[in-house]
């Protein structure tokens, strides 16, 4: 099953939003890129890839936001989870200056 197709299947969303869900998907895999130092995502870290899209979906309008709170109910939310975090950093480029 393609990346996309899995996404879409996570958020349980029709083939509507392929624009967006691919664009998410590359966001995700650009953040991976970035906090990695590596060229390519690592075919084993499709998968946080994934978790990565569907938080960067569930956020959409929170741009900014580190906390909110509204009718008694509080949310705060962090950059990275700590789980993602973890499974990333063994996959970590060192940098010999």
Not at 8 to 36: F, Q, V
Not at 49 to 55: D, G, T, W
Not at 66 to 95: C, Q, W, Y
Request: aromatic letters at 4%; proline letters at 2%; one cysteine or more.
């Amino acid at each position: 099953m393609a990346q996309l197709d899995r996404l879409r299947h996570r958020l349980d969303k029709a083939a509507g939003e392929d624009e967006l869900l691919s664009e998410l998907l590359e966001d995700a895999e650009n953040y991976i890129l970035a906090y990695t130092g590596r060229e390519e995502v690592p075919e084993v870290l499709s998968g946080i890839a994934l978790e990565l899209a569907c938080i960067l979906y569930n956020r959409r309008g929170m741009e900014g936001e580190i906390s909110h709170a509204e009718g008694g109910i509080s949310i705060a939310v962090e950059g990275l989870p700590e789980d993602l975090r973890r499974a990333l950093n063994r996959f970590r480029v060192a940098k010999v200056v």
